[in-house]
C-alpha cells in the first residue's frame, strides 16, 4: 500500500512540474538567489546569506520574474500575440521601476540620512554647549542603494531568459 501511495505522489508531482510554469518561475528564482549569494560572497569574501531576500544590485524579484513570465508568454503564444504584448508591457513597466522610480526614492534617502546625521550633530553640539551629559543618538540610515542601472537591469533579463528559455522547453511544451 506505501508503495503504491508513493508512486502516486512521485506521479502526481512529476505531472504537475511538466504542466505548472510557477515550477520554472520557482526554479529561476533559487538560480538567481544562488547567482546573488556566490557574486555577494566573492565580494565580501565571506559567506553572505543574509542578502538572499535584500535589493542592492541586483534587480533579483521585481526583474527577473517579469522577464521571466514574458519569455513563457512569448514561448508558448508567439510574438504576436495580445498576451505576449500585456507581458512584454508589464515587463517594461518592471523595468522602468527598477531603473527611475527607485532612483528617486535614493535620493530622498539620501537627504533624509543627512537630515539625520544633521540632527544628530546638532543635539551633540548642545549637549556640550550646557555641559549635559553626552548621549549616544541612535539614528536610524535609511538604506540608500535601492535603484539599477540600465546594464544591471539588461544582464538580469537576460540571465533570466537563459535560465528560463530551456527549463519551459524541456518542462512544458517536450
Not at 506505501?2 to 502526481?12: D, G, K, P
Not at 526614492?105 to 553626552?134: D, G, P, R
Request: charged residues 15%.
Amino acid at each position: 500500500m506505501w508503495s503504491y501511495i508513493s508512486e502516486s505522489f512521485a506521479t502526481y508531482f512529476q505531472n504537475w512540474i511538466k504542466m505548472n510554469p510557477l515550477f520554472i518561475l520557482c526554479i529561476v528564482w533559487f538560480s538567481i538567489q544562488f547567482i546573488k549569494i556566490v557574486i555577494d560572497s566573492i565580494r565580501k569574501r565571506g559567506f553572505a546569506f543574509e542578502n538572499i531576500f535584500s535589493a542592492w544590485w541586483f534587480p533579483s524579484f521585481h526583474t527577473w520574474i517579469a522577464s521571466s513570465v514574458t519569455m513563457m508568454v512569448w514561448m508558448e503564444y508567439g510574438f504576436n500575440s495580445v498576451l505576449f504584448a500585456l507581458s512584454c508591457g508589464f515587463a517594461l513597466l518592471v523595468a522602468y521601476d527598477a531603473m527611475n522610480l527607485r532612483y528617486e526614492s535614493w535620493k530622498q534617502a539620501q537627504c533624509i540620512n543627512e537630515i539625520s546625521s544633521s540632527i544628530a550633530t546638532v543635539l551633540t553640539m548642545q549637549e556640550k554647549q550646557n555641559n549635559m551629559k553626552h548621549k549616544k543618538h541612535n539614528i536610524y540610515q535609511l538604506k540608500e542603494r535601492l535603484w539599477h542601472t540600465p546594464i544591471e537591469v539588461l544582464w538580469w533579463i537576460i540571465i533570466s531568459i537563459l535560465i528560463t528559455a530551456p527549463l519551459y522547453y524541456f518542462f512544458i511544451i517536450k
